[in-house]
Structures are given as structure tokens and as C-alpha cells.
């Protein structure tokens, strides 16, 4: 029977795409659907954010549809009572569902916290120094409109930023942040930025291209503490190395918000655990988008956010009520500025064929021009891909990876003519 209310908690990109498509595909009048979302906003696109920050969108620019589903901003949703079919806001307001969709996605990890100093300990009298904590002015993440806000008007008042993490994020972010005019530093834990989608090669391209807009890198540098009274003043890394800063952006990855499903005492790993009707452990409540896990991934991507919410959409409107999600390919697209990425599939080479078979590579790097490309092969699978610069050939890739198509005799072509495949 399709569920006629259906209560969303969350109105972020996954709750978005659920009521638009939901609405789209049921009868006028059949659905009732509700997003109850924390930020003062009406649904918006987050991956725009460093758009935001450049000045490039304004925040009305990002906002996303949502078919005519009902939004209630600014209304926190602290308790699911699923035997009940019941939910909570933080202003006491409790409604009644007939489905439950968790839309939470996932927040920033904290920030790395000192070590207690030594002076904190008690000493031989058991007197103890007031407890430090981290600086919190001059300290940024950037995973909502706020947050895009706060870190605006913070840049005027410093010259010199640092982005701890050199993932996709901290990439776009330095870069954007020295296109503000500040003295960047980029700060990452692992040998070369990017590590979980790129290789050594790859990484150095990208690291050129942040150099070339005056970023600097620093890689095997693992911070410890922010260093600073009220306000960020440095950082200190595991070496023992401090380095000077006004500004610090933490990029440092994020977790699913499960905190409302593991009290409701859903099944909860690393995200809220669905299966591929995308149904929790508790009858009539569902999860998509960031804070989800399915089959043991936790993909942390709007593409596979919208692929979640469409075959839930289908399914809870009756229109497609067999729809099953099998799950999103690995793939990574940052376009930042002239810094052009793509990783697909297995692009480290990570994995190992199931049978044994070794994976061939084919490779094409044009360091003058910022260009490195490569395909990973397993007989006559593509398994992987990168392309940094030049992303000739990325669109037939993705096809030829997602469909599991045998490539062409000689793969090059793939790499170097636009629309090959046809
Ligand atoms: C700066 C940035 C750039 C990105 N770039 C890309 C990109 O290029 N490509 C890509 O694929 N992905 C990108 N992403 C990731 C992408 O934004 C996420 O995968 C996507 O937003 C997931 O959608 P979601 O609805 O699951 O979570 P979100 O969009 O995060 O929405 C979750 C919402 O739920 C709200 N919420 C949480 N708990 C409650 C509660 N108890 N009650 C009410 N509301 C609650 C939150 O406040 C939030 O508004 C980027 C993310 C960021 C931050």
C-alpha cells in the first residue's frame, strides 16, 4: 500500500530529490510529504558551497526543488518513535507518519583537540592549571550555508589560511581561499593529496596546479592541535612542528549522523544500515543519501544520494514498487577552476581481481601541460580511470565502467578522441 504521509528527516539534497521524484510519479493528492530540516534553509545544492566562498553564487542561487512538498526549516527532528510512527521536533511539535525517510547526512569530524598539557595534570599538591581547549574563532569547516557564511566575513581579517586535509574539499578550498587573496597552505596527513582517488602521479599534477595560484603543500604532515587563546593563532603538527596561521579550515573527511536511529535503536554501522529497498531495520522508516550504508558503503556523494532517492521515490509512490538499488560506482569529478579530476571505478588499483588476474595499466602523462591519464584493465574490463587536466574521454569511461563493457582493442582511444565508443 503506498504510505500517504511520509515524514523526511533532513532537507539536503537527498530529501530534496525523494520529495521532487516522489511527488513527480504519484497521483495529485496521494502523497503528503514533509521535510523537517535543521538549517534555516529551504533545500540548496552543498556541493556549490566553494562556489559560494569564491563569490561565484549567491546563496539564492542554490536552491534545489522539491515538487511542492511541504519544508519546514529550522525545525530539528530529536526523537523517532517508529513503533509509533511518531516524531518529534526540538519546538515540541510531534506529528504522525505513515513513512519515515532519514535524510541526516553526515557532518564534519571535530576538530583535532590538544593534548592535555603537562601543566593540566595534577601536580604534587593535586592542584591542576585551568583546562585548555582548541581556539574556536578563526576555526571553519564548510558543510552548510552557514558555515559559508561565518567563513566570508572571516576572511577579511587574515592573511595567512591553512586547509587541513587534502581531500577533494580541502583542494577546492585552498584554492578558492588563495583566489580570496590570503597565503594558503594546504596541510595532508597522507604522502600525496588526494590519496583515496589518486595515485603518486596523478596527485603531483594536482599539486602543481595548486602551486601554480600561490597554495602551498605540505604532505605526510599530520596536525595535532590548534595552537591559540580565543582566536587561531597556529597549528602543531606530530613532528613537533608548529607553522603560523590567522585562519584554519578543517577538511578533515565527515561521519553519517545516526544519532536519531541509534537511539531509536535501528541497525547502525558506520551509517544507518539499509538494504536495497533502502529499509532500515525498523519497519516503515527508510535512510538515503549521506547517512546511509548499504551494502557496507557509505558513499558520501550526491550522485549516489539522487540514485537512492529516485528508487525510494519509485517504490514509496507506488509507481515502480519492485525498484531495488544496487548500488553507485566509485566516481569522483572536481572541477576546480583550471583543476580539472576525475577518478572512476577502482582509480588507486586498490583492488585485486577475484580470480587472480593481473590488472594492466595504460598511461599517458603530459607533464608540461598538466595532463596525466590512465586506465587500470583487467583482461578486457576497465576496472579504473584517471584523468587529471584534460578530461577527454570521460564521459565513454564512465559508460564503459558502469556498463562492465569489454573496451575497444586499442584502449588509448579511449583516453585521447571524445565519443569514441560510437
Ligand atoms: C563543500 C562541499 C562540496 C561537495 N561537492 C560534491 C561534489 O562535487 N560531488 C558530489 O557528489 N558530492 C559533493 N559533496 C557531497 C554532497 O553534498 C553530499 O553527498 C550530499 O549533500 C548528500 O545529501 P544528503 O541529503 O544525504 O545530506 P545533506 O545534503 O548534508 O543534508 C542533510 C540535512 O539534514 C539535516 N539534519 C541532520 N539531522 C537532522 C535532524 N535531526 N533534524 C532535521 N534535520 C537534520 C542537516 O542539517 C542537513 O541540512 C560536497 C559536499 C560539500 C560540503
Redo the contacts with the bound molecule.
Keep these: 500500500m503506498t504510505p500517504r504521509r511520509i515524514a523526511v ?7 530534496a530529490r525523494f520529495a521532487h521524484q516522489a511527488l513527480a510519479l504519484a497521483g495529485p493528492g496521494e502523497l503528503d510529504i514533509t521535510l ?4 534555516p534553509h529551504a533545500p540548496y545544492n ?2 556549490l ?2 562556489g559560494v566562498l569564491a563569490g561565484r553564487y549567491g546563496a539564492t542561487a542554490l536552491g534545489l526543488p522539491t515538487g511542492g512538498a511541504a519544508v519546514r526549516a529550522g ?3 530529536t526523537d523517532i518513535d517508529p513503533a509509533a510512527r511518531t516524531l518529534r521536533t526540538a519546538t515540541g511539535e510531534a506529528a504522525r507518519y505513515d513513512a519515515l525517510v532519514l ?4 557532518g564534519p569530524l571535530p576538530a583535532p583537540v590538544p593534548p592535555p598539557p603537562a601543566a593540566d595534570r595534577p601536580d604534587a599538591d593535586g592542584h591542576r592549571a585551568p583546562e585548555r581547549h582548541a581556539p574556536r574563532r578563526g576555526v571553519h569547516v ?3 550555508l552557514a558555515d559559508a557564511a561565518r567563513l566570508t566575513e572571516d576572511v577579511p581579517l587574515a592573511r595567512r589560511a591553512t586547509v587541513v586535509g587534502g581531500g577533494a ?1 580541502g583542494v577546492d578550498a585552498a584554492r578558492v581561499l588563495a583566489g580570496r587573496g590570503l597565503r594558503v597552505h594546504l596541510v595532508h596527513r597522507a604522502p600525496h593529496l588526494m590519496d583515496r582517488h589518486l595515485d603518486a602521479g596523478a596527485a603531483a599534477v594536482v599539486r602543481r596546479g595548486l602551486e601554480a595560484v600561490g597554495v602551498t603543500v605540505l604532505t605526510g604532515r599530520e596536525v595535532t592541535a590548534l595552537l591559540g587563546g580565543a582566536r587561531v593563532t597556529g597549528l602543531a603538527f606530530a613532528d613537533g612542528g608548529r607553522h603560523a596561521t590567522d585562519l584554519v579550515v578543517l577538511a578533515c573527511g565527515v561521519r553519517p ?1 545516526t544519532r ?1 536511529a541509534r537511539a531509536a535503536g535501528l541497525t547502525v554501522r558506520d551509517g544507518v544500515v539499509v538494504d536495497d529497498t533502502l529499509a532500515t531495520s525498523a519497519p516503515g522508516v527508510y535512510a ?4 546511509a550504508e548499504h551494502r557496507g558503503v557509505v558513499h ?4 549516489a ?1 539522487w540514485a537512492q532517492a529516485d528508487v525510494l521515490a519509485a517504490r514509496l509512490s507506488g509507481a515502480r514498487p519492485g525498484a531495488r538499488y544496487a548500488g553507485s560506482p566509485r566516481f569522483l ?2 572541477s576546480a577552476g583550471g583543476l580539472q579530476v576525475a577518478a572512476i571505478g577502482d582509480s588507486t588499483g586498490d583492488s585485486t581481481g577475484g580470480d587472480g588476474s593481473p590488472t594492466d595499466t595504460v598511461h599517458l602523462a603530459d607533464a608540461t601541460r598538466g595532463s596525466y591519464k590512465k586506465l587500470l584493465l583487467r583482461g578486457d574490463r576497465l576496472v579504473g580511470a584517471l584523468l587529471v587536466g584534460d578530461l577527454t574521454g570521460v564521459a565513454d569511461l564512465t559508460a564503459v565502467h558502469e556498463r562492465s563493457e569489454p573496451v575497444p582493442r586499442d584502449p588509448l582511444h579511449l583516453l585521447t578522441t571524445e565519443g569514441a565508443l560510437q
Excluded at 523537517?36 to 538549517?39: D, K, P
Design positions: 528527516v533532513g532537507a539536503g539534497m537527498a530529501a523537517y530540516g535543521r538549517e552543498r556541493a558551497l566553494t525545525a530539528e527532528v535524510a541526516t547526512g553526515a564548510l558543510r552548510s574539499l549522523r536519531l538515503i543519501g549521506d547517512c558520501g556523494r550526491a550522485e544520494a569529478r572536481l
